[in-house]
């Protein structure tokens, strides 16, 4: 897999759970100031891009296994492992749980979420089966389709704009910026996947990572002014899913709608894609631990597993929505995010010193 697909892959990433997660998260506790954190969150993201690049540049096409054993011992290293792959599973389950819910309340709202949940679930999972390479190349067809979903938004409600949403900045100080920054921060900081995905690209450097966080950055401050400028910075926050408002009030000559089948299109086709990577990379993590011929065979059960996990959440989407938006990038960046390859770095450098020493 080349660089360009490794970037597009975490672009996708981002933007797939970013297009419905962040804006809403990032208006309910930043406000009008919203494109302001994600520049703050931006520049404090940079620390990740620097060490998971040093590291893929230290252990260069290294499986994940194969670096924390050597670092931290083979003990240690198959539970730093194992953690990885629960936390890629508990992320399938913020994707797939609130995508479904999505799906229900958008189009299908007869439909039981069980159903909905499990087909998304086995669409990621073939995908993941499929390999890497493939989904690499599928998804060159979901960038194109996101940028031009992107486009639209803005060009269809621009007589909807209205600047002074977007004024005075900084009306309440620096606290609501401090508040929102860091549910996109720990988005940004999903390169952390590069750090796994690595064996299987060419050549993985720090100007790749850099590249994949400027992407987000780009498209995801266009959308965030885009929901200011039309919807202001408090009627997004009542709405679960405002880029699907912003899509449905969307207009050209006051009569050609139906763009938020466009967004949901997209979206589900993405959501797929980001899904089928987590998983990917859970199976080759619990593969490595288990010294398995054959990862594939992981697939089918892990499908099950995640089907009969997400159970629980379909009864509290509100819970899970509010895990996926703010809980979850609080504990993923001091942890498996920043933390820990934090403490791989550290510790390779003292083995280095003790060596030459």
Known sequence: MSERQLIGLIVVEVLATGLVYIPS???????????????VSTILSLPAVWLIGNICKKNPQERALTIFTQILGKPLGNLIAFGYVVFFNITVLTIIVPGGEMIKSAFMPETPMFVLVFLLTCLAGYAAYLGLEPLARFNTFVIPLMILTFLVLGITNTKNFNVDQLLPPLEHGIT????????????????????????????????????????????????????????????????????????????????????????????VTAVSVK?????????????????????????????????????????????MSYYGKSVWSQYAVPTFEVGIPLLLYLFSLLKQRSSKS
């Open 275 to 319: 899904a089928a990577v987590w998983i990917y990379a859970g199976i080759i993590l619990l593969g490595d631990i288990f010294q398995l011929h054959s990862r594939r065979s992981l697939v089918a059960p892990l499908i099950i597993l995640l089907s009969i996990s997400a159970y629980p959440g379909m009864d509290n989407i509100r819970e």
């Open 176 to 267: 609501p910026i401090l508040t929102g920054m860091i549910t996109p921060i720990g988005w940004f900081d999903q390169i952390i996947l590069a750090l796994i995905l690595a064996p299987e690209v060419r050549h993985t450097s720090k100007r790749t990572l850099l590249w994949t966080v400027i992407i987000n950055i780009v498209a995801l401050e266009y959308l965030v002014i885009i929901l200011l400028l039309t919807m202001g910075s408090t009627l997004p926050t009542f709405y679960e899913f405002p880029t699907l408002e912003l899509a449905r009030i969307a207009t050209v000559s006051g009569s050609i709608r139906g763009y938020d089948a466009l967004v949901m299109t997209v979206w």
């Open 25 to 39: 998260a990032l208006l309910a506790n930043s406000g009008r100031d919203a494109y302001l954190t994600l520049l």
